[in-house]
């Protein structure tokens, strides 16, 4: 996880579902394919959320890493 | 799971309700401030109470053994929509006589009519709920990320958060402990209810489970995954509890709640609205709550104290008879035409979601 470049950072930090992964379609409109999107977030939902949402739309979900106080998500936009 | 506990409470006691049980920790506290003169219910032997109390607990201690506790400060816009959230789920649940689970999942296992039109109303209040949310992604601003930097101190010395699972274990056996003591003192029904209650605590908070996501994600994304298990946990309970009342173990007009009628239907809209901008049902504010949502705070807070006001506005008005009437299936329809309605009803929800789920047809996220 480490050594992923995001190409743009979604600040998620202190919403709760749904509103992560209603921010993250939106911003994932504006990327091109191949780009990676970091998301920072607290709603521990996400973790299930988020993989299945871009299972569910054909996007590449990366992992998360553990942050101070949040999490970092990425994903991959197809 | 849902569903055999269900069975399983109503087995014990009483079916499972969320609504009764906050409500009188609302009442306590305007009766504190000389609001109410009458003394409501004592919380630790009021069944409702005991319930709710034993799904916090619980969920928390799951949150904390799953090291998934911390509080967590939501920016100005979400702390609002929890305060409206609140108030809209309860005046809706005051309405129907209950959330999305005394409204709607309990009297529908217990084959009463108001069910229906509660689930029709939620499903409706959940659209308009979600057309709201996504009107606000639409064209607010996102909140400032300026928050963090205040919930988040320096690291501290010690990392408390190894320490959550033993202290989530201590609250398991705290909460047997409670039970043991209720059972000694003669007050073994309500302990039960506390241990069972934190059984749906520890369940739900596990899975996630959500009746907000049932309702509302068929619209957001499509995703049918909880909207079915909902589906399938109200079929193995109706079967289940249709056994007990037809035996004659349960009264059989049990939980046929008088609101066949513009109540449920209406009050089904309002909560249906407001549980998608609050971002959590009747349970699933209550297991948020535990996890340190401080949004679902303030939003059961609102939830608690509207719902209280409302319910004695509605009484002491005369409204609450014009709610509707209660409607027990199995006279119209006899035990198998009831289970069968309920089960059928069910089936077609669940081919619609799976349904929608491939097509996307009703989705209007984004």
């Not at chain 2, 053994?65 to 702390?79: G, H, N, W």
Request: charged letters at 15%; proline letters at 5%.
């Amino acid at each position: 996880m480490d050594d992923i470049k995001p190409d743009e950072v979604l600040d998620c930090r202190g919403l709760s579902c749904p509103m992560p992964i209603l921010k993250i379609k939106k911003a994932m409109v504006n990327m091109s394919a191949g780009q990676i999107l970091e998301v920072l977030g607290t709603d521990p939902g996400t973790r299930n959320d988020l993989p299945a949402w871009a299972k569910r739309t054909g996007n590449e979900y990366l992992g998360e890493k553990e942050g101070s106080g949040f999490i970092h998500f990425f994903v991959r936009k197809a | 799971m849902i569903g055999l506990l269900a069975i399983l409470i109503e087995a014990w006691s009483r079916p499972w309700g969320i609504v009764a049980g906050i409500r009188n920790w609302a009442d306590w506290l305007f009766y504190g401030v000389g609001l109410y003169a009458q003394k409501p219910d004592n919380p630790f032997l009021f069944s409702p109470s005991m319930m709710d109390l034993g799904l916090i607990l619980g969920s928390f201690a799951s949150a904390l053994l799953a090291k998934e506790f911390a509080f967590r400060r939501p920016p100005k816009l979400e702390a609002y929509k929890g305060l409206f959230g609140g108030l809209f789920m309860g005046v809706g649940s005051s309405l129907a006589l209950g959330c999305n689970v005394g409204a709607f999942y309990s009297p529908l296992v217990n084959l009463s009519a108001s069910g229906f039109l509660m689930m029709i109303g939620l499903i409706f209040g959940a659209y308009l709920g979600l057309r709201y949310i996504l009107w606000e992604v639409e064209n607010l601003p996102s909140p400032s990320p300026a928050f963090a930097a205040t919930s988040q101190k320096q690291a501290p010395s010690f990392d408390w958060k190894t320490a959550h699972p033993y202290l989530g274990a201590l609250v398991l056996v705290g909460l047997v402990f409670a039970a043991h003591f209720y059972g000694k003192s003669s007050y073994a029904e309500v302990g039960g209810l506390l241990l069972f209650g934190a059984a749906f605590g520890v369940v739900i908070q596990r899975c996630r489970f959500c009746f907000v996501r049932a309702f509302r994600d068929p619209f957001m994304t499509g995703e049918a995954e909880i909207g079915k298990a909902v589906v399938i946990s109200l079929i193995v309970a109706v079967i289940g509890i249709a056994v007990l009342k037809a035996n004659g173990f349960r009264r059989e007009t049990m939980y046929v709640i008088p609101t066949f009628g513009w109540g449920s239907l209406v009050g089904g809209v309002i909560f249906g609205i407001g549980m998608v901008v609050a971002g959590g049902c009747g349970s699933g504010t209550l297991w948020r709550v535990a996890e340190g949502n401080l949004k679902l705070w303030i939003a059961l807070f609102a939830f608690a104290t509207s719902n209280s006001l409302m319910t004695g506005w509605l009484e002491s008005s005369g409204i609450r008879q014009t709610l509707g009437t209660a409607v027990f299936l199995p006279y119209y329809f006899g035990w198998e035409g009831a289970i069968l309605l309920v089960v059928g009803v069910s089936l077609i929800w669940y081919l619609v979601l799976a349904w929608n789920e491939q097509t996307n047809k009703f989705t209007v996220g984004l």
